[in-house]
């Protein structure tokens, strides 16, 4: 029995460990060269490591949600002969199923047509064949199953229908090469496919759900927050949104209340440079920064992401507008890049009609604010004995008290309040 040991290669970027987020094979199964073997997720990527040689896997390397260091054992292949030899061709697809492309797994494209791989391929460790595998960084939707056919679907998907006790190979994919969506698991739950009755499911906290519950929790032990609830009469903004809407070429161009927030935020700023700023925690020192890069708190599929529109105070509505639907989408899908991800200097949270009346938001460390929006609701206003009906929306933001007095985070929501209360302001 000739074994090969695949180590957990150096996925780039200055990356010292990864977390195992998927198992594709298990002990026993047969593979071919590049077959995927497995996924791990840093905070960068994720990244699918495939089979280096044909061969059958002896052992694995970790538990899923386990974090290994780069250089660690991953898989243990069998690459003897005799394993070799017992190694099943790939099934041919039956007549009038899914086109085979769709099903096969991933192959190396020829010489001429190879991309540029996303993460460097290390050198050997030694003389012998034990070389690292090349490694590919993927898009959520394309991670492979494991065993017989190929079937699509992210690990956010895969996850939930562990969870759910719902068997992918039954699920019929309505996505791109029959890729499996959440809306096809929603559609098998519709049919009464799910587990039994009082059935206890364990979910492991891994891959980005493990990164949420881990900064969280960091930001609760060390912010100590407050939160200041104002309330905001929209009624005027939502005139000038609708007057917008109206003049829209294209009805889903139109902005949303969001992009006369965020301008609003931007203005506000410049005259309380202080919230526009990160708490470093080793130094004990306050770091204000010029740029206003506004995080966009984004519920995706796969758990809370925060896409930044960069140079918010610069940017006209249209191109927050357009920004807005740019990161939101790509986040959700699966396709937002590390730079998308990264270096807000305040954050906007929303969860539209789902706002309620007040939210007590947690900061995103090492931030020391965030706005936080609720959802529009109508009022009757009494004035000079006349009623009016007006559109209010209340503003729940938190503070890092180390950073801002409460008397500061006041002043900052009110100016806020007043921009969004008088549109016309915001441009002046």
Known sequence: MAHRIVKLPDVGEGVAEAEVVEWAVAPGDAV?????????MTDKATVEIPSPADGRVVSLGAELGSTLAVGADFVVLDVGAAAVQESPAQPAPPEKATPPEAVRPAVKAPAEQQPQASVSTPPAIDG??????KTRVVEPQTADAANGARVLAAPAVRQRARALGIELGAVVGTGADGQIQHADLDAML???????????????????????????????????????????????????REHLKSQAGD????????????????????????????????????????????????QT???????????????????????????????RDGKASRDDLVGSTITLSSLGALGGIVSTPVINHPEVAIIGVNKIVERPEFSNAMVSVR???????????????????????????TLLEYPATIFM
Do not use: W
Request: net charge neutral; hydrophobic share 45%.
């Open 32 to 40: 071919r060269e590049d077959q995927m073997l497995g996924a791990v």
């Open 128 to 133: 012998s064949a034990q070389q690292l595998p």
């Open 190 to 240: 519709a049919t009464g496919v799910r587990a039994d009755s009082g059935e206890v499911v364990d979910v492991p906290l891994v891959g980005l759900r493990r990164q949420i519950a881990a900064r969280m929790q960091k930001a609760k032990q060390t912010i100590p927050h407050f939160t200041y609830v104002e309330e905001v009469d929209v009624t005027e903004l939502s005139r000038l």
């Open 251 to 298: 009805a889903g161009s139109a902005p949303t209340l969001l992009p006369f927030i965020i301008k609003a935020m931007a203005v506000a700023l410049a005259d309380f440079p202080q919230m526009n700023a990160r708490f470093d925690d080793e130094a004990g020192m306050i770091r204000q920064f010029a740029d206003i890069h506004i995080g966009l708190a984004t």
């Open 301 to 331: 599929p796969a758990g809370l992401m925060v896409p930044v529109i960069r140079n918010a105070g610069t940017c006209s509505i249209d191109v927050l507008s357009a920004r807005i639907r740019e990161l939101a989408n790509a986040a």
């Open 391 to 417: 559109k209010i929306m209340n503003l729940s933001s938190s503070f890092d008290h180390r950073a801002v007095d409460g008397y500061e985070a006041a002043q900052f929501v009110q100016r806020i309040k």
